[in-house]
């Protein structure tokens, strides 16, 4: 009854190849402050987790410099030629340069470690600026997609909803990158899957300790990734309390998970100090002062947030699906428009019959989704927004990507499935044509004059 659907995975994989293509079409550092993520990548690589400054080798930060007039100008086409000297350059690690990546240094390092392992296997193989870059792309890359199909595997229907929201081109584009999203986006996902697959598979049964230990392990990475996102561990009380055992059983299960998390996250919050805002007195962006015009003014806030939704719904929608390269890469206007149009209709008809979310578990999915999606405006507006600014700064629609699994819940219903082929043909088929377009943007914006 809840076997797998396979017909999904073996979709899956074949899209998932588009990841690839347009991990390697992009040019270098054309992903939003790839530069700095890069840096704390590489300082982690060298066993440094504190600080916001470090050194770097020359050639890597010649090699930065060569694809820096790119996103400063939105008609600039990148050079290969001017890359390609860099595979004939030895990466010389002892002769480096200071570097600063005060606005990444504020993120906990664990979403870096799978990345700063790979710039650890590059520099014992001694690779070139080149290909130590894209050796680091494509292994983030690949952590992610391994992520997504055990996520797919695992998930106990909404498969296809499911993976739309994956192959978003804004999702797969994060995911060949040096950004910290990546880590998120795959963990989130994992941790959604998770968390349904218990909720209904064998939910007669108990927990084996090593479903525990799973749930376990995915609650801490989750806690230890941007703070804001922790409320998704919200999802953890979809799963019935008999699952557990006895009621004493499941509240010390319960309060041992979320206790040991809410001790991660202080950790993470301990990072996000390294935020210049934050302590700066000179500055529009203080957060002190910020928080003090909040308590002032205590009805502003919801005000503040609908009015930035009001004004800048546009930006967060395209930026949701796809706004790509340092958010001046477009896609065709109809690929924004079909998109969302086509995941609603997928989540009302990718249903199974022996799986109903409850009035009560689809509110609570709602509401963990709703106050990080708060805590997150809050978060930005106290440290990316001038004191007493009227719209929220900072705020970007690839945010939302790890709380689109949670929109699926709410369209579960018994009355709208249709059969798996005509869903497999149509999410297929539409995908493969969102990605093409996807991949021809880029290209157009970076190589074609």
């Not at 203080?286 to 909040?294: A, S, V």
């Amino acid at each position: 009854r809840f076997r797998n659907v396979t017909g999904v995975q073996t979709c899956a994989l074949p899209i998932f190849s588009f990841g690839l293509l347009i991990t390697l079409v992009t040019p270098p550092f054309q992903v939003p402050d790839e530069y700095l993520h890069f840096d704390y990548a590489y300082a982690i690589s060298k066993g440094q987790l504190m600080g916001a400054t470090s050194d770097i080798p020359l050639s890597l930060q010649q090699f930065s410099d060569e694809t820096q007039y790119i996103h400063s100008d939105a008609n600039a086409k990148i050079s290969y030629e001017r890359l390609l000297q860099f595979i004939r350059l030895p990466l010389n690690s002892n002769v480096t340069v200071p570097t600063s990546y005060s606005a990444t240094a504020k993120y906990n390092p664990l979403p870096y470690f799978p990345v700063a392992f790979s710039i650890v296997i590059a520099r014992f193989l001694d690779f070139n600026p080149f290909d130590l870059f894209y050796f680091g792309r494509i292994f983030n890359l690949l952590f992610w997609i391994t992520c997504g199909y055990i996520a797919i595997k695992k998930l106990p229907a909404f498969k296809w909803a499911f993976l739309m929201i994956l192959l978003t081109p804004m999702s797969l584009f994060e995911a060949g990158s040096y950004s910290a999203d990546v880590f998120l986006n795959a963990i989130s996902a994992l941790w959604f899957s998770v968390c349904l697959n218990y909720t209904f598979i064998d939910k007669n049964s108990l927990l084996a300790n090593k479903s525990k230990t799973i749930l376990f392990i995915l609650g801490i990475l989750l806690s230890l990734t941007k703070p804001p996102y922790i409320l998704l561990l919200g999802l953890f009380f979809l799963i019935p309390q008999s699952r557990f055992g006895t009621p004493t059983q499941y509240k010390k299960i319960a309060l041992v998970f979320l206790g040991t998390c809410l001790i991660l996250f202080v950790i993470s919050l301990f990072y996000a100090s390294n935020d210049a805002s934050i302590s700066s007195t000179d500055s529009a962006y203080n957060l002190k002062e910020q928080l003090n015009y909040l308590l002032a003014n205590p009805l502003q806030f919801p005000i503040i947030i609908l009015r930035s939704v009001k004004y800048l719904i546009i930006p967060y929608w395209y930026s949701s699906i796809g706004l790509l390269g340092w958010l001046d890469v477009l896609l065709p206007t109809y690929i924004y428009v079909t998109y969302p149009i086509v995941f609603l209709f997928i989540c009302l008809i990718d249903q199974s019959p022996v799986i109903l979310i409850s009035i009560k578990q689809k509110l609570l999915a709602f509401l963990s989704s709703s106050l990080a999606l708060f805590t997150i405006l809050f978060s930005l507006y106290l440290t990316w927004t001038p004191i007493g600014d009227k719209t929220i700064n900072g705020f970007q629609g690839r945010y939302l990507i790890p709380l689109f699994p949670t929109l699926i819940l709410l369209f579960n219903n018994r009355f709208t499935s249709v059969s798996k082929s005509w869903k497999a043909h149509l999410v297929t088929a539409y995908l493969f044509i969102a990605l093409c377009l996807t991949v021809r943007a880029i290209i157009l914006r970076y190589y074609i004059a």
